[in-house]
């Protein structure tokens, strides 16, 4: 089993930028596909963005297009998550998550001022 750790949540105000990270462990990193889901306060988890295992093909939920990247060091076994033009909107926990595993990280808070 994978174990995933998130980092790099805070408060910040709106207009401004955070970068995430999830260290994964395990050797097998490079071959999962892995997504970034964010839960905001009071509503349900949803799909932020997810890259394929070797990078190449990136997707992202609406509301982040343009603002967010989605990107992985597979040789780091870490994903991240570059987050500008912050809105208040954003803030929510954020998690990492590998499909084939079904595995969670344990989330980061990002909060969001106006």
């Known amino acids: 089993q994978v174990q995933l750790v998130e980092s790099g949540g805070g408060l910040v105000q709106a207009g401004g930028s955070l970068r995430l990270s999830c260290a994964a462990s395990?050797?097998?990193?490079?071959?999962?596909?892995m997504s970034w889901y964010r839960q905001p306060p009071g509503k349900e988890r949803e799909l932020v963005a997810r890259?394929?295992?070797?990078?190449?093909?990136?997707n992202y939920a609406d509301s982040v297009k343009g603002r967010f990247t989605i990107s992985r060091d597979n040789a780091k076994n870490t994903m991240y998550l570059q987050m500008n033009s912050l809105k208040p909107e954003d803030t929510a926990v954020y998690y990492c998550?590998?499909?084939?595993?079904?595995?969670w990280g344990q989330g980061t808070q990002v909060t969001v001022s106006s």
């Open positions: 890259i394929s295992s070797g990078g190449g093909s990136r």
């Open positions: 395990g050797r097998t990193f490079s071959t999962y596909v």
């Open positions: 998550y590998v499909r084939q595993l079904g595995s």
